[in-house]
């Protein structure tokens, strides 16, 4: 039976007390200067990685740690919470366990090992298009068989650190919706390697953060027809499986985020003084924070609950997007309480707390958006219509 654990083991703080020990070399002034830039963390990802903080969900016969998702999260969590974005490395913990769920042994033995040591990076996870991106089984980017290579064609859009990675987890359609019983079949998916592909072409997108996010245009790019990964046709299913450990890491970033902001507007607010006194002493001022700290703990809960399930080996569809949605929105909450609080000194930069803010805000809009979890909780966990 899952439990959640209250407090964290002692392994776990050993754990996060390693990864702050690092984030404590990267601090505000490394993360602000790439954000104008927009450049990669390559440093800082190229570090974790060689502590072997990336590899932590990896099997150890892999060459991974072999830890549970609740580790995976704590990393993730550390990092933001440090001030950091684990927005730069998160994708990993998550996409390789597409290849370890449903590769082929051969596929496992030849990149897990690589991923672990950081000899390969895989980082990109290209799912959405310009018309497809909540529907993902509208998407058009077609993979055609042709003898022992399939050649892919189409466009995606928002993918993230393609530049920075040697791997590629891509979901095209096999097979065209009109010949496939449900919408659902046809699609799969495949480990490419991204370095020297011919026909490939990736364009950064300036986004509102630092995020390394590209439209990619694939022009009849030959990939070998082992990269295929498990069965043609059941790649959307595949995707699937990965979701509840794609909503508890992200969960994760939002939760380090909102304890960033609860800390840093606390100190703030304790120490400012406007009409002789802290301002912090205002319940304007100070109730907004608390409330954030309310919405903050609830989101914990959910997402340790969640992981308590998942580690476990028990279904967490509900858990894992609710601890999710709650992570989302209680650092937004925390966001705004912490800008407030911080009056016009919430916009300069020195402070961090803009590019925090504008940092936390991705995750009520990806990798899923929040309308969508709804949708998921009233349907699979209500048993109300299907909304869309
Ligand atoms: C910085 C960044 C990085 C990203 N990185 C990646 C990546 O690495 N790989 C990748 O594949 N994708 C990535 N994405 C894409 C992201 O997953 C999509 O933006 C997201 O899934 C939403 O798709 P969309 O933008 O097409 O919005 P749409 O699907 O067009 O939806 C627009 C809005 O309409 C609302 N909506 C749509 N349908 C419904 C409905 N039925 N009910 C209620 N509301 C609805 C939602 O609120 C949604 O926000 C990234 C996006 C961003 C911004």
Redesign the pocket.
């Known amino acids: 039976m899952a439990s959640i654990e209250l407090s964290l083991t002692e392994e776990q703080r050993a754990l996060r007390a390693g990864v702050l020990e690092i984030c404590k070399r990267y601090p505000g002034e490394y993360w602000r200067d790439l954000d104008t830039r927009r450049e990669y963390p390559e440093k800082f990802v190229t570090e974790l990685t060689e502590a072997g903080y990336l590899a932590a969900l990896i099997p150890q016969e892999y060459g991974g740690a072999g830890l549970g998702i609740r580790e995976g999260g704590l990393i993730l969590e550390t990092i933001n919470y440090s001030g950091g974005n684990a927005g730069a490395c998160h994708?990993q913990m998550y996409i390789m366990g597409t290849v370890l769920r449903h590769g082929s042994e051969a596929q496992k033995r030849e990149y897990l090992p690589k991923i672990a040591t950081g000899a390969l990076r895989l980082q990109?996870?290209?799912?959405?298009e310009p018309n497809?991106?909540?529907?993902t089984t509208k998407l058009q980017t077609t993979a055609i068989r042709k003898g022992d290579r399939y050649v892919v064609n189409g466009q995606?859009?928002?993918?993230?650190?393609v530049l920075q990675s040697d791997l590629m987890l891509l979901l095209a359609r096999t097979t065209s919706v009109d010949q496939v019983k449900r919408r659902t079949d046809g699609l799969s998916v495949f480990l490419i390697d991204i370095r020297d592909l011919q026909g490939f072409e990736v364009r950064p997108l300036r986004?509102?953060?630092n995020?390394s996010?590209n439209a990619l245009f694939f022009d009849n790019v030959e990939i070998p027809a082992t990269s295929l990964i498990g069965e043609e046709g059941k790649g959307f299913h595949y995707i699937l499986d990965g979701m509840n450990a794609e909503r508890i890491l992200v969960a994760s970033d939002s939760l380090g985020d909102a304890r960033w902001f609860i800390e840093k507007a606390v100190a703030y607010s304790n120490q400012r003084v406007v009409f002789g006194r802290p301002i912090g002493a205002n319940q304007g001022v100070q109730f907004a924070i608390s409330r954030s700290h309310v919405s903050t703990d609830a989101a914990q809960l959910m997402r340790d609950k969640a992981a308590a399930l998942f580690d476990a080996g028990q279904p967490c569809g509900g858990e894992a997007n609710m601890a999710k949605f709650l992570g989302a929105e209680a650092a937004w909450e925390a966001g705004n309480a912490c800008i407030d609080c911080h009056g016009g000194y919430g916009y300069a930069e020195e402070y961090d707390v803009e590019r925090k803010f504008r940092e936390c805000r991705?995750y009520k809009?990806?990798?899923?958006?929040?309308?969508?979890i709804?949708?998921y909780v009233g349907e699979h966990v209500l048993g109300m219509p299907r909304?869309?």
């Open positions: 994708a990109a996870f290209g799912v959405t497809s991106g909540s529907d995606k859009i928002f993918i993230s650190r986004m509102m953060m995020h996010t991705l809009t990806a990798p899923i958006n929040n309308n969508l709804l949708a909304s869309y």
